[in-house]
């Protein structure tokens, strides 16, 4: 069971890193410089940002319970913005309000609920994702009918946070809220180590989203070819290009 435990933790920390992936694209293709789309940078940029407070908390404070609080914050405060520039013009006052709602919640959960520097943001997480749940069921249910997916990228953006943000927000309740007396009654710990397994999933779903929601937005380069080299995958063996004038013997007789 140690092993299983070391191993899963493992693998929810490789997917964790994979918003690399999309910000690197995002950077390579420069698409998110003007437009409605440009919080996308900053959503990206964020969570690369925590990808590495967490490392550095947890290899040298040996404490990464504020990345949770930052995390939480920047994740809502971009996806606001985003959805803001979305909405008409009259929406987006209702949406501040909210938003500094939020932000009251989030620095009362730090200071006095759960401090930043000893636990998981229990209060200001549920709320920023119930906060960012009804943002996209809203974007969402007002979309003109826009053909393919493709042509509609207010959609793909909305699938992403309505799929991620909810699920998430189920796997943190099992871990973080149900009472340790009524986890002890499933053997082995079995519900908390079965919703450890939805996150990586979870993740994959939310940066492939990602990856086709950049890809779909006009500018720059194909987003394989906007990655750095080091992160570009090739299947198989790269082709070798001949040296040019060299000159091959015919033969006649066949």
Known sequence: MTEYLSNLVA?????????????????????????????????????????????????????????????????????????GGLLPHKQRRILGWCWAI???IALGDALWLDPFMSSINVVSRIAGNSLLTMLAMYQIWNLQPAGRPEKNPELVLGAMVLLYYPCSTLVFIVQELLPASLIARFPGNSAAISSM??????????????????????????????????????????????????????????
């Open 11 to 83: 693998l929810i920390r490789i997917s964790s890193v994979l918003t690399v992936v999309p910000f690197a694209i995002c950077v390579g293709r420069k698409l998110l410089s003007q437009g409605s789309f440009r919080p996308l940078h900053f959503y990206l940029a964020g969570d690369v940002i925590c990808i590495f407070l967490d490392m550095y908390g947890r290899k040298v404070l040996r404490n990464n319970s504020f990345v949770y609080h930052l995390s939480t914050a920047l994740d809502v405060t971009t996806l606001c913005w985003l959805f």
């Open 102 to 104: 939020f932000a009251l």
């Open 197 to 254: 397994l939805l996150y990586p999933p979870l993740r994959v779903l939310q940066v492939g989203l990602l990856i086709y929601l950049l890809s779909i937005l006009p500018g720059g380069p194909a987003p394989r070819r906007a990655l750095p080299g080091w992160l570009r995958f090739r299947f198989g063996k790269p082709p070798v290009a001949l040296p040019p004038n060299i000159h091959y013997p015919i033969n006649h007789s066949k």
